[in-house]
């Protein structure tokens, strides 16, 4: 469903105005060609609030001391759960193969942490788990999946695990005759495996409280969401991955993005056939 714009107020300003308001505190940028779709994506939130226009919105948002849990419907409105299993499976694989293996090799003894944000709908941290589980690592080490979205919405779909056709576009069939159960016109995750991630949350990629507990994963998974933000967002956010990892940390994001102009604190490396972005040992710890 469009929205009224006569209705909403719908002002190159306003927008502009609640536009710059959600990259400050989401990391989400939109364009001038894209503040159509932002205003069609929040007229829902902006009427079910009573408001009359945008402007209202922008200005309930940003002083309201009420406003907190908005921004979970703003998050819910705006995500795009596009997501599948065994999607960009190269990273996949190398976390399963190479990367995992290798920790565990180095400290035995310690868990290997493993964080996917965003999670969506859950596809990818259980790509990751049923990968391990075939492997049979998680009989071999202690190995902590996390997974977590900034929309709410996202989060309470993966933890329920059922899933349509249109997310096994790519999955073998093999993997989903195991892993999975059909009940009438959904499949349902096995729930050993779905158990296999500790925890699924409610985290802002640009709230820097919510992700430093995460953020100290060995491997991060944080694919396909940086093309929806700015430069600066992106910026931050992996600044704040590179203060918290271990060394080495791996970081794998989308096919289609690269942080080569973003950040010198990661190095682009080719790991079990895929690319991966590796955190370089800080200064003090190069020279001990």
Known sequence: MGFDAD???LSRSALSLLRDLIHERTGLFYDDGRRDMMADRLSGPVTERGFESFLDYYYFLKYDPAAAAEWHKVMDALSVPETYFWREADQLHAI????????????PSRPVRIWCAPCATGEEPLSIAMLLDRRGWFNRGDIVLHASDASPAMVERACAGAYRERSFRVLPPDLRERYFERRGDLWHVDRRLHARVRSWTVVNLKNRAEVEPLATADVIVCRNVFIYFSPGAVR??????ADRMPSPGYLC?????????????????????AFVYVKRPALSEGTQ
């Open 7 to 9: 209705h909403l107020g």
């Open 96 to 107: 399963a193969d190479t990367i995992v293996p290798a920790l565990l090799r180095e400290a």
């Open 236 to 241: 931050q956010v992996v600044d704040t991955f």
């Open 253 to 273: 994001v989308g096919a289609t993005e690269s942080l080569l102009r973003v950040t010198e604190r990661f190095d682009l490396t080719e790991i079990g056939g």
